[in-house]
């Protein structure tokens, strides 16, 4: 067992609050960063967490551990920076701009953290779904989702999805108490892996929550919005081609029951085949709580990730379509 990465996979899982954040943190699967906690607490023999399917929390001996894994970590941290001390710590100001869901959801808690490490760059944020000429409208760099023209800019690519959906699991009623419809944002990568990239769900008027998937479907250049149709029919294509005729729409039918539809995904996970980028609490619930025999309510945002993985992941009549994520 490699200790050092150990310790600071345990200082994740502390920090995150959860295993799925931690995984995220550490560019790793759930099971291996449970692998390493279980390998871990084995060596050192104690329980570092209490966890339960809602929450996880540090034990006391988990407390004291992690203070002496705290500055075990900071030692090693300024070994290594006292190797560069001579290198210029950056200053001035930074101008970027982004996407406006995109850049709500990604590039602001970035930017966040990149100035609380770097005090002395002042960082402003635009955030527009207009395509602006960085140069002259004095902008220092752009996220931009999907393929960038030739030009003289420098081009760095952050990351490249072979396909992206919308997936949209419509509420019969947007009153209180009732269903919530689930709008999951999700991606395959060319490592053959799912990615959920945004939960948008929430309890919408029809119009309201056709708004919601044609921004993500724009936000993100996805390929098509998939809607489950059993509850809705016809309408649902149409209320989302009522607010724009050109978006690509497919609709799905629920032959077989949520249980039998989420098996194949759950499998996938399993696999560590499917990671969130970001954190989605509700939807993290709805995953380790639903019983599929139970009386609760319906698991709104589950199902919309499952149709959008089954038609990313499991639907052999997909055609991939490659696009980039470039500054």
């Not at 100035?115 to 752009?142: F, H, K, T």
């Not at 098509?224 to 149709?229: A, D, S, T």
Request: aromatic share 6%; hydrophobic share 45%; charged share 25%.
């Amino acid at each position: 067992m490699d200790k050092l990465k150990a310790m600071q996979t345990f200082v994740h899982i502390a920090d995150a609050g959860s295993l799925t954040a931690a995984a995220r943190v550490c560019d790793s699967s759930l099971p291996a960063v449970v692998r390493t906690l279980a390998a871990l607490e084995a060596h050192l023999g104690v329980r570092l967490f209490h966890r339960t399917t809602r929450r996880i929390s540090l034990t006391e001996e988990g407390k004291r551990y992690l203070d002496n894994c705290r500055a075990v970590l900071a030692a090693v941290d300024d070994a290594e920076a006292a190797l560069s001390a001579d290198a210029a710590e950056p200053s001035g100001q930074l101008t970027l701009t982004a996407p406006v869901l995109f850049g709500q959801m990604y590039v602001a808690p970035a930017v966040m953290r990149f100035v609380q490490r770097y005090e002395r760059v002042r960082c402003s944020l635009v955030l527009q779904d207009r395509i602006v000429n960085l140069l002259e409208e004095g902008l220092d760099a752009g996220i931009r989702i999907g393929h960038l023209e030739d030009s003289s800019l420098v081009a760095q690519p952050l990351s490249t999805l072979r396909r992206v959906v919308v997936a949209i699991d419509p509420a019969v009623s947007s009153e209180a108490g009732a269903d919530e419809t689930g709008i999951i944002v999700a991606g395959l990568g060319e490592d053959g892996h799912g990615y959920i990239l945004a939960d948008l769900s929430g309890r919408y008027r029809p119009d309201q929550w056709a708004k919601q998937a044609i921004a993500a479907y724009h936000a993100f250049r996805a390929d098509r919005i998939i809607g489950e149709v059993n509850n809705g029919g016809e309408l649902i294509g149409a209320t989302l081609r009522t607010n724009d005729p050109n978006i690509a729409f497919k609709a799905v039918h629920a032959s077989r029951g949520k249980r039998l539809r989420a098996e194949p995904v759950a499998a996938l996970y399993e696999q560590g085949r499917v990671r969130h980028h970001g954190r989605f609490p509700q939807l993290e619930d709805q995953m380790t709580n639903w019983e599929p025999n139970g009386a609760g309510p319906s698991p709104d945002r589950l199902d919309a990730a499952v149709w959008a993985l089954t038609e990313l992941m499991l639907d052999a009549a997909a055609t991939p379509r490659l696009r980039s994520l470039g500054d």
